[in-house]
């Protein structure tokens, strides 16, 4: 049982196992979890858009581009909200937070 603790402690002080194996590992291991993240990329690039006529198939019918802008949208909400009448409203504090 000695000899073991002595030879795991040779092994541990021994400077290749200490910090060039760690190394390594981060190394090699690092090549193929980069390889992982930019293989991303590429498979994004294989995804193929549905087009509106097989969404029509399916009975998803879809607004003309163009009709839906920021412009008409801002539109409808100012329409359905008044600015110039409008009443300040304060919360109610939580317990603890006075004026």
Do not use: A, C, W
Not at 11 to 23: Q, S
Request: proline residues 6%; positive net charge.
């Amino acid at each position: 049982m000695e000899n073991l603790s002595k030879s795991f402690d040779s092994f541990l002080k021994n400077k290749f196992f200490r910090f060039g194996l760690p190394f390594m590992l981060l190394v090699v291991g690092g090549s193929f979890g980069l390889r992982e993240f930019s293989q991303i990329r590429y498979d994004h690039r294989k995804v193929k858009f549905i087009s509106p006529e097989e969404l029509r198939k399916q009975g998803i019918e879809m607004k003309p581009r163009g009709s839906v802008t920021i412009e008409t949208e801002y539109k409808k909400l100012i329409e359905q909200v008044n600015l110039d009448n409008y009443e300040n409203k304060r919360i109610p504090r939580p317990p603890g937070f006075e004026d």
